[in-house]
């Protein structure tokens, strides 16, 4: 009964999650500038979770923050029931891995591709003699669809979408369960992109792999995500199923998000109505009271500039976070 209870809790926890960095404003001044501030959020086994958002909301550094690539602020983030820390974060890295935005900065220019492979298999010792360690990495090239004489190769040699292919081989190496995919395809041309996503999806019915998928088309991640969740400037402000979301946005930032999706008819795209945000983004330096993205809500009210609203569930696990919704 308890190994049943194991199953059917969330792989992923994490709550309260903060990333806070100090900013030099002077010659003896800092502030905090607060990167990501209070994310809550978990993601189900074998499960997709899409986060979405505009450039320096925060995505990226809540990927960083969970594997502990950055030391998070406060908040806690459990993996498998197990409370992630600084001094266990070493033993868990086997089952938590990522995958970069930028392909060719994220591998050695001085590493064949064999040994950029074959690098975790390495350092966790995960092979028994030299002719097992080449079997193994020559599996993971087929399995992301990479040729055997690509494996003496270097980085600078190949296209993007290859680079891409190595840097998934990667992070496949040591079988983990749970992978941080940050933009993968973001740098990638679109018939590139959806070989890539495709690839993603596939070894997620092969292997069971959980993915934390951050990017900022809505069209990516709804294709490949079965939930959504929404980033505003280091907040959540909405989290749905990925087609409950995409039919029926509820946020006001989620729908000027949605509205500027492009639409493949033209009939369509003329009726559709275009969401056009006033102002500026704020500054993470210099946060506004209350709910941060008020300044450009056109639905703003003075409650929203007095208190953040919480996520609330508005049923079927849609959760927003608006005090006018």
Sequence with gaps: ????????????????????????????????????DGVSFDIN??????LVGESGCGKTTVGRAL???????GGTFKFDGQ???DKNIGSMRRQMQMVFQDPYSSLNPRMTVEDIIGEPLDIHHLYKSRSERHDNIMALMQIVELNAEH????????????????????????NPKFIVCDEPVSALDVSIQAQVINMFEDLQAILGVTYLFIAHDLLVVHHISKRIAVMYLGKLVEIADADELNSDPVHPYTQSLLSAVPIPDPKTARAAKRIILQGDVPSPLNMPSGC????????????CAVEMPELKDRGSGHMVACWNK
């Design 151 to 174: 494996e003496t190769r270097y980085a600078h040699e190949f296209s993007g979408g290859q680079r891409q292919r190595i840097g998934i081989a990667r992070a496949l190496a040591v």
């Design 67 to 73: 594997l502990h690539l950055y030391k998070p602020t």
């Design 1 to 36: 009964m308890a190994e049943e209870i194991r199953n059917d809790a969330p792989l992923v926890e994490v709550r309260d999650l903060k990333q806070y960095f100090d900013v030099r404003t002077g010659a003896f001044k800092s502030k905090p500038l607060k990167a990501v």
């Design 45 to 50: 086994r074998g499960e997709t979770l899409g």
């Design 292 to 303: 941060p993205f008020r300044t450009r809500c056109r639905f703003a009210t003075d409650q």
């Design 83 to 85: 409370l992630v820390t």
